[in-house]
């Protein structure tokens, strides 16, 4: 089981920065950012390993980065040059303890955070 709290969302302007934060139970191999803006699918933003691999939607490349401090279990995601279509509900996912690899994609993943909300106004 893996418990997941995400923090950090709020309202922004266009080119701001925001900073979200997961508090992890355990330490999944695999975690990632997800985001649903209303009306769309799911989407993911960005995977990370255990082992340091990383991988970003197109359209957030340059701009976000995923990282994990190990020491305090949480995942955080550096958001920079914020613009109005990522405007959405964040979501934090962690995978199985025994799984090993993952995509970004929704399917790979079984626990999901609350979600915290993200607004970028032009």
């Known amino acids: 089981q893996v418990q997941l709290v995400e923090s950090g969302g709020g309202s922004v302007q266009a080119g701001g920065s925001l900073r979200l934060s997961c508090a992890t139970s355990?330490?999944?191999?695999?975690m990632a950012w997800f985001r649903q803006a209303p009306g769309q699918e799911l989407e993911g933003v960005a995977r990370?390993?255990?082992?340091?691999?990383?991988d970003y939607v197109d359209s957030v490349k340059g701009r976000f980065t995923i990282s994990q401090d190990n020491a305090k279990n949480t995942l955080y995601l550096q958001m920079n040059s914020l613009k109005p279509e990522d405007t959405a509900m964040y979501y934090c996912?962690?995978?199985?303890?025994?799984?090993?690899?993952?995509?970004?994609?929704?399917?790979?993943?079984?626990?999901w955070g609350q979600g915290t909300q993200v607004t970028v106004s032009s």
């Open positions: 355990n330490r999944p191999y695999c």
């Open positions: 996912a962690a995978t199985r303890l025994d799984r090993l690899w993952c995509r970004l994609s929704r399917n790979d993943f079984t626990y």
């Open positions: 990370i390993t255990s082992g340091g691999s990383l």
